[in-house]
């Protein structure tokens, strides 16, 4: 009847973090949230209003600063532009009248700057020379910088939109996903990325639905329009069907109601029907996530990823701020193990206070273990923070990206040093603590018996090392779909590295994404990982499949899988022999 | 404290020039005005200054409100008698 009322539309993309939900799309540009409110500031709050201003401009010019310093030479032209545009930050048409406005207005900053903006906008519209009229779009582009600076540093935008939304994004930094509340958002999706992304992580810890890999969400989704997100099936639709939208509410209700059920047995340990007991641990980034990880029943950090407190900063942090967070981290978790990974800085995690090298790869090029060791003194203020805050509870240390039994001695002189320094300076330490690798290099693998008479555990990385077996970027879309978990080339690595832990009497971690999807609970169960770290989130559906599941049995099950060599016939094999204990039913039908 | 000048660039007085007019004009210890004989703009903001637009052949007062400024007025001028640095020759 109405010509007008849009369709409803389907995009698939790829899972992000299972469930789902129902809302209103709020599309978040490149430069930020672009929806703009008025409101009133009094008198005496309108110095603070100022300042915030004034702040969100300080860090745009900033951030506009490292840009340029960024940019080749030979790229003049646009550095001329936005050496130009630098100067615009301050320029009284736009810095003072936006001041005098917020105060004569007694308004709020973003909607003073809006306003002066568009009025310098319409000035240059009404010239008549084509040159003046495109610096209109100058001021828009500074004006909507200094905007996204304004609306990120308050937390509390998001919340005063009185309706929860649905984030829409091309693509989400850890940046953008750390400045977001994200327990304000119902879910989200993007265009780019994959289900490993950091997004993704970040993501499912928070336990939203999203879905990644849309490639057209952003175009195809208007602000406002009702959208259903599942998380579990990697589709969203646009305007649903009433039908549609019935459906969903139902299986929403279910999908509550079974995770509610999961998660009051939660603190309960993980034990198989013939009574082993699995270890399932936490990996988290921030130290507040370790609410989240106890919540969920976690036995343990499995994985502390330390990239985060480097973010933070405009520089390397010190060694005394590295020792607060994790000696507050390891207090708050004591006795239970907390494993330290070593700094993981990577393409993933661009770090702009550290040299941009040009790298035609950076994931195949001086990351992780191969960055701190060319940067010794980077690596040993970390070493040596998580030594001292050792002697506060129960640490392990990871090293990440080991690729060589060479790496690993390295990494061992700098420890030594580590602690002669530390002893020489009197500090209090414990050099006691377990010592371990990530497997997520095929050599790696190839080398894990050599590797495993130089350290106390073994912890696999399957992120990386899927992406690297099977030769792929997880964040290339095109790819995507070959980073498989269950492919057989990852299973015989994975059962590789479990040999020589067994043979060497060593401990055997898993803290890749892989351990907390429960299609592949059995199989890693049955090749004889019995430590699994996840997202917090997870921990509560996987200790519910593992106290239905038997150990033996998985053993005699994994073998077979050893047997067959596609992924499609071992996933369709898993399904059938775990249909009981795969909790997709309630997750989704 | 006044300086007439004529832009002389082939682009004439855009973004790039009015930047640096800027930039000088803000160090001044009181207001500095560029003016076409018309339009009398702030010379410390940019945006301002490029509303003039003025194009090459334009002629351009410089005026400064303190005397204490003729130094300033001085270097935009050398500015613009400089084309903005884009000369070809």
């Known amino acids: 009847m109405n010509q007008d009322k849009p369709c409803e539309m389907i995009l698939k993309g790829i899972s992000g973090s299972p469930g789902i939900c129902i809302g209103k799309a709020y599309l978040v540009d490149r430069e930020g949230v672009n929806i703009i409110e008025r409101y009133p500031v009094s008198s005496n709050l309108v110095p603070q209003e100022i300042d915030r201003f004034k702040n969100a401009v300080a860090k745009a010019k900033k951030e506009h600063a490292r840009i340029i310093q960024a940019l080749d030479e030979d790229v003049s032209e646009t550095l001329n532009i936005l050496e130009t545009h630098m100067a615009l930050f301050k320029d009284k048409m736009l810095y003072g009248k936006t001041i005098d406005t917020i105060q004569s207005e007694q308004i709020n900053a973003e909607w003073a700057l809006r306003k002066v903006a568009r009025q310098v906008k319409l000035m240059f519209q009404q010239v008549d020379d084509q040159y003046l009229k495109a610096r209109g779009n100058d001021i828009v582009q500074v004006s909507d910088k200094i905007m996204s600076y304004l609306l990120g540093a308050r937390d509390i935008k998001i919340a005063d939109i009185n309706k929860r939304v649905i984030i829409v994004a091309h693509d989400l930094s850890p940046a953008d996903a750390s400045q977001i509340q994200l327990e304000r958002i119902k879910g989200f999706v993007t265009d780019r990325g994959g289900k490993d992304s950091h997004t993704g992580i970040v993501a499912k810890s928070l336990k939203i639905p999203s879905v990644f890999g849309l490639a057209r969400a952003t175009t195809c989704i208007n602000n406002d329009d009702i959208l259903v997100v599942d998380g579990s099936s990697g589709i969203i639709i646009i305007n649903p069907e009433e039908d549609t939208l019935f459906k969903y509410e139902e299986r929403l209700a279910r999908f509550a109601a079974y995770r509610a059920d999961i998660e009051r047995d939660s603190h309960l340990p993980a034990v198989t029907t013939d009574g082993v007991t699995l270890n399932l641990m936490a990996n988290i980034e921030l130290v507040e996530e370790v609410v989240s990880a106890k919540d969920n029943g976690a036995a343990g950090i499995g994985l502390f990823r330390t990239e985060f407190l480097y973010l933070d900063l405009e520089r390397f942090p010190t060694e005394d701020e590295l020792l607060v967070k994790y000696k507050e981290l390891v207090e708050l978790m004591n006795p239970q193990p907390v494993t330290i990974r070593t700094l993981d800085i990577n393409g993933d995690k661009f770090n702009p206070y550290i040299d941009p090298v040009e790298e035609a790869n950076p994931s195949l090029g001086l990351r992780a273990v191969r960055f701190c060791l060319e940067n010794k003194d980077i690596f040993i203020t970390q070493i040596k923070a998580i030594l001292r805050a050792a002697a506060f509870g129960n640490i392990n240390l990871l090293i990440p990206m080991i690729s060589c039994v060479e790496e690993i001695i390295a990494v061992k002189a700098v420890i030594n040093q580590a602690v002669l320094e530390l002893d020489k300076d009197d500090k209090i330490f414990n050099k006691d603590i377990a010592l371990g690798i990530m497997i997520e290099v095929p050599s790696a693998v190839l080398m894990a018996d050599e590797l495993a008479k130089q350290v106390d555990f073994f912890s696999i990385g399957t992120n990386d090392l899927i992406q690297y077996s099977m030769a792929i970027d997880r964040r290339n879309r095109r790819v995507a779909h070959l980073y498989q978990a269950l492919n057989p080339a990852v299973l015989k690595m994975i059962k590789m590295t479990v040999t020589a832990a067994q043979n060497n009497n060593i401990e055997l971690v898993m803290c890749g994404e892989m351990a907390g999807d429960p299609i592949n609970v059995p199989v890693l169960m049955g090749l004889g990982l019995k430590n699994l770290s996840m997202n917090a989130a997870s921990i509560p559906v996987i200790k519910k499949m593992v106290r239905d599941m038997d150990y033996e049995k998985a053993g005699i099950f994994a073998k077979k899988v050893l047997g067959f060599t596609t992924v499609q016939e071992i996933t369709r094999f898993v399904l059938e022999e775990y249909k009981d204990i795969l909790p997709y039913k309630e997750m989704e039908d | ?89």
């Not at chain 2, 160090?27 to 090459?56: F, M, P, R, Y």
């Not at chain 2, 400064?64 to 613009?80: M, Q, T, W």
Request: hydrophobic share 45%.
């Open chain 2, 1 to 89: 404290m006044v300086h007439n000048t004529v832009v002389i660039n082939d682009l004439g007085m855009h973004a790039r020039p009015a930047a640096r007019i800027a930039q000088i004009a803000m160090t001044a210890e009181s207001e500095i005005w560029l003016s076409d004989g018309n339009t009398q703009v702030d010379a410390s903001s940019i945006i301002d200054i490029l509303t003039l637009c003025a194009t090459k052949g334009s002629c351009i007062h410089i005026q400064a409100k303190s005397f204490e400024d003729a130094a300033v007025v001085d270097k935009i001028k050398s500015l613009f008698d400089d084309g903005f640095g884009e000369l070809t020759e």
